[in-house]
């Protein structure tokens, strides 16, 4: 029978297949309760610092994958079956909307009482470890401190035309940003005033980046002078990177987002997970956070012993109702992809 | 006739028998559903109910419009330019005997073992506003503004040449091996010139190879999603749009959207299905031995060369960018172009920390995988389609083809909405894991690829081996160990190792369904460039390029000697 | 298994395509020894046949018998018969060596066996000291050898041949078709051989069977097919012949032209008339005696031992063949330039009286 070979080859193809595969991933043969999968946006070193300490406290290993853009889309493309115990990080405009998608159990940890309600959910869905303040930043080799933009209205100003550079859509805090900026306005009842502005400002951006780091090149490399990033980025690339940049302290303010953590409904590691938030929000490890990534405090005990440098930089911050862009973040930033970006220069 | 009775025999016996079953749950499962949903979800109007309401608001907003037109556009450019420059190289190796020239040969196919992403990065390191090249070239031409700028659609078909005009390449050459010498002599005979020998003659014979190889590249570049991202720039084109679509939670649309760009390349795989089926041009039965081409002119000899040296520059160019940095400090890179002290800490970064070596050992487990089970579905699917006449041939056909028209990011989600509800397709309980997602997801993006080489391999066993075989009484199975298998064998072999090399540095899918256990390099080095250590990602991406060519050359030494050059019957 | 029973029976085989009969009731006998031809021209089912008898493909109606035994049931690999191929299906990743030994393999030989086997049939083909050869690089006539050899290596009950001489040149064709007739004699295999080439079916065939539209239309020695064809099919197949649809009545038959030529047989009924070129006699000088007529010389052909002639009797063009003899040549006789007048004898006996 000539067939059957083909057939035999076929099924001993998928056996072999099969018994790679068992090799090839031991967390489907782990036991369950001796680990703790974390999603985050956060970055990969950050992550696995956290992720030592808490291994060192609590031996318990810690999986993470940082999912950046596309953390949402996961956790709910998994709701029927979930992978992840915690979600850790992205913005609290994210953590609102997927509370109100029934993703997340409540959960509230010893450290919660001491966080201000600005940073958290009412009923403990999700709580904010971390601020990520977003500013303007300019090239100081390239401008002065007078030339540089003084607010975010300035970066409408056709005096810095292809002198802009931004992240895409795709990256959380520009998404944030930009719906910030819109909220501004529609507060005002000035929405179509506020998309002008958009527009104006979009016909000033020189590109749009789908990468940080092609973004802070540019402007390291004085392909543009202006732009604008999460705080914690800018100090890296100051002190690690020596990049010559001047943060602005925009006179409007600037929009602080709350990195936020929570517990995943239906996870297979609810005790693990918990004891992470517990271990991830404490002040120590914010301060932690604060001495080697530079990212901002939210816990009162933490700020405290933040690094110098958060003393010295000031800046305003944005009166933003996140709960409010919460709702219309996705619908402001499918129009702006659609009608804003790009939308004055040729479409070659 | 006579060597295909048997395959119609055996076919009607297979009607009868199990193999299809498992196939067609494979395929129906894993490429069809996941489609069909898509499509479900496109077709949902706001009342639940079935409506055409995404379609007219896709087909009357100007912006996504002008992404469909974009993405036709790149497709079609990207053809072009692909097939200038592959049929270019194919000509000219073919005419040109120079010593290296098997080197440079493997040299032309590496362009597309490397993954897009690092390619990108590559490209604008190199041709960026500031990039190496652009700045060599400002400082050797003392210009006041930057000569390149790698953005937009020129930017996209500059990566897109770069890394898809192997398929038209490796197309081409095999063509003109095969041209028959003797119509070319019996042409010049009966007076045509050399033009008209090329029209007349030459591309009729590479017609077939142009077609697939046009149609392949059209559903790639259409398709294309890492380029665009990250250096479209105002070009927006359908695949940028889906993603933006799915992050700012309109499904609906982005179902659309993904709908219109699988219909689109559906279009032209149908166009290339139907001239196969139509085509009766064979090549007469027995060709002469192919007569070598030769460039007589010795101008035209000498630009031909200094054309094709530049070209291969050019593609080489890359590789030497992500080799360079990959010694270079990360955060000097930020602000500096010409890099002035070099280290490897970049190297000591990956291959000293567990978790950062971690990806390499993940890809090239999840590659492996994904190419087995890969062979295991496309070598009875093109059994089935090449030595059958089964009704459901077409069927399957389409099915292991599909794939090439659905966009990455599809796939991926499809699959993650599969396996989260048990299901008849999911295994239940073993998907559950979810770890095997990744390389189902590597496998079914392969799978046109390796269901096209093991098509080709099928052509080439004659059926007379079979029953030979058979008459000299061997049973089924040994046939297949001793004839078939071995005569399959450089085509699978050829199939399995560009699926693994496209799956070992693949990204699109990998974005969305990789999982903490499984995280494999290509994520590992976007992660890098994302913490602004470009340095990083280079060094990936040079011990890439290693891995992929040991593979490659130890994999070539394994193949038995002489094997493509064997008569395996017409 | 009897030893009386031929070779090979089949009993109204029957096979067809997609609603195409191919093979149309079939019925024959090969006995063991023997040398069988299928002999037709092409798309008449023969190889179809051959394929059926290997088991290849299995017939939708009929029997076919191997050694009296009822081959359905047997399995390809287990009818013992050997095929060379008209393309040779030569195993192209192996030597000529391994082609050779893979069906002795297969039968659980000691290494020395068949190192033994191997080594005496590559002698036998002329093909000694080829064995680490690839097939690729062997030239048609020696792949065929090969071929030849791999298939009686497994010492066939049954050894078919599928056009084996075809692809060859004209030289080596009538080479390898002494070769192949004495290996065959010295073997004492039972062959059949398929063809389209009638020279060869008449040369190598103890018996053959004429094929024609699915059926066999005559079955014979070379002698008898080619004397007494059965109908007017077979005497146009096999060999040249002046082949004429004449109306038969009373001891004579009537050409289209208006010839009438007498028969030797008065009863003979058929459609046809049939004369072979070598029984067109002709002469230059008149000659006297019954038949013999007045004729238009046409042309001459040499063609080595034969000259072939063209001449018009009565409007009717014969083909005409004789010795190429010195001296015996009408055409060499003074004034036998074309449009002269030469002398025709068409003997009645020799004329054939056919059927459809």
Known sequence: MRNTGVVKSAAGLMLAAIMLLCGAAPGLAAALEDKVVVYSTHGDSMLEAVADAFEKKTGVPVEFINLKGELADRVRAEKGNPQSDVMYGGPSSVYQKLTAEDLFEPYSPSWADKIDPLFKDAKGYWIGTIETPVLMFYNSEMLSKDQAPKDWSDLADPKYKDQIVSRNALSSSARATYSALLQQYAKKNALEAGWKFLKDMDANVKRYYGSGSLQFQAVGRKEAAVSFAVLNSIIDSIKDNKMPLEVVDAASGSPVITDGIALVKGAKHPNAAKAFIEFAGSPETQAMLAQKFNRMPTHPDAIASSPEWMGKITFKVMDVDWEALADKEAEWMQKWDMDVKDSGKDQK | ?570 | MSDDAPALELIGVEKSFGGEPVCAGISLRVEKGEFFTFLGPSGCGKTTLLRLIAGFISPDAGEIRLDGQDAARIPVEKRGVGMVFQNYALFPHMTVFQNIEYGLAIQKKTPTQIRTSVARLMDMIGLAGFGERRVDELSGGEQQRVALARSLAVEPRLLLLDEPLSNLDARLRDKMREELKSLQKQLGVTTILVTHDQTEALTLSDRLAVFHKGGVAQTGSPRDVYDHPANAFVAGFVGETNLFRAEIADGAARLPGGLILRLGDAAARGEYVSIRPQSVELSAAPKDGPDWRAAEFIEARVQGVFVSYAVRIEGTVFQAAALNEPGGRIDASPGASPGATVFARLSPDAIRVLPR
């Open chain 2, 1 to 570: 006739m006579r060597a295909g009775d048997g395959f119609r025999e055996a076919g009607r016996r297979i009607r009868r028998s199990w193999i299809l079953l498992p196939l067609l749950w494979a395929l129906v499962g894993y490429v069809l559903h996941p489609a069909l949903m898509t499509l479900a979800v496109s077709l949902r109007g706001p009342d639940g109910g079935v409506s055409l309401a995404g379609y007219a608001a896709f087909f009357t907003s100007v912006s996504e419009l002008t992404a469909l037109r974009n993405s036709v556009l790149l497709g079609v450019l990207t053809v072009l330019v692909c097939g200038v420059i592959g049929t270019w190289l194919a000509f000219f190796m073919h005419a040109v005997t120079f010593p290296g020239k098997r080197v440079l040969d493997k040299l032309f196919l590496l362009p597309m073992m490397m993954p897009g992403i690092i390619i990108v990065y590559a490209f604008v390191q190199l041709y960026g506003e500031s990039g190496l090249a652009t700045r060599t070239l400002q400082l050797a031409l003392s210009l006041d503004k930057p000569p390149l700028d790698l953005v937009g659609l020129p930017g996209i078909l500059t990566v897109h040449a770069f890394t898809q005009y192997a398929f038209f390449y490796i197309a081409v050459s095999l063509a003109i091996r095969r041209i028959d010498g003797s119509v070319i002599e019996s042409a010049r005979c009966l007076g045509a010139s050399r033009g008209r020998i090329f029209f007349s003659v030459i591309l009729p014979f590479l017609t077939p190879a142009l077609v697939t190889a046009s149609a392949i590249t059209f559903m790639t570049g259409a398709g294309s999603f890492t380029a665009p991202s990250i250096i479209g720039g105002s070009y927006r084109v359908l695949t940028t749009r889906i993603l933006l679509s799915k992050a700012n939670n309109y499904l609906g649309m982005a179902a659309v959207e993904t709908a219109v760009l699988t219909a689109l390349s559906m279009v032209f795989f149908l166009g290339l299905r139907w001239y196969e089926g139509r085509r009766t041009f064979a090549p007469s039965v027995r060709a002469a031995a192919p007569q070598r081409l030769r460039i007589a002119n010795p101008w035209l000899k000498g630009g031909a060369i200094a054309a094709t040296a530049g070209l291969t520059v050019l593609i080489l160019l890359p590789f030497f960018t992500i080799l360079l940095y990959s010694f270079v400090d990360s955060a000097s890179l930020m602000v500096s172009v010409f890099p002035e002290t070099f280290t490897t800490d970049n190297f000591t970064a990956i291959l000293t920390r567990r978790r950062a070596f971690a990806p390499f050992v993940n890809s090239v487990l999840m590659s492996l995988l994904a190419g087995f089970l890969c062979l295991a579905v496309a070598l009875p699917a093109a059994y089935v389609i090449e030595k059958t006449t089964l009704r459901l041939r077409w069927l399957i056909d389409l099915l292991v083809t599909l794939p090439w028209a659905l966009p990455a990011s599809a796939v991926a989600i499809n699959l993650i909405s599969a396996a989260a509800e048990p299901s008849v397709f999911s295994f239940s309980l073993i998907l559950a894991g979810s770890s095997l997602l990744l390389p189902l997801g590597y496998c079914i993006k392969g799978l046109p690829l390796m269901a096209k080489t093991a098509h080709v391999s099928f052509q080439n066993l004659n059926g007379a081996l079979l029953e030979a075989s058979r008459s000299l009484g061997a049973t089924g199975a040994r046939t297949f160990r001793r004839i078939t298998l071995p005569v399959l064998y450089p085509g699978l072999l050829a199939g399995f190792l560009l699926v693994f090399v496209r799956s070992v540095g693949e990204y699109a899918t990998s974005a969305f369904l990789y999982t903490p256990s499984n995280k494999p390099i290509s994520i590992a080095m976007v992660n890098a460039v994302f913490e602004y250590k470009i340095g990083v990602a280079m060094a990936y991406g040079t011990l890439l390029i290693v891995l992929t060519s040991v593979l490659a050359l130890v994999i070539g030494r394994l193949r038995p000697r002489g094997m493509e050059g064997a008569p395996a019957g017409r």
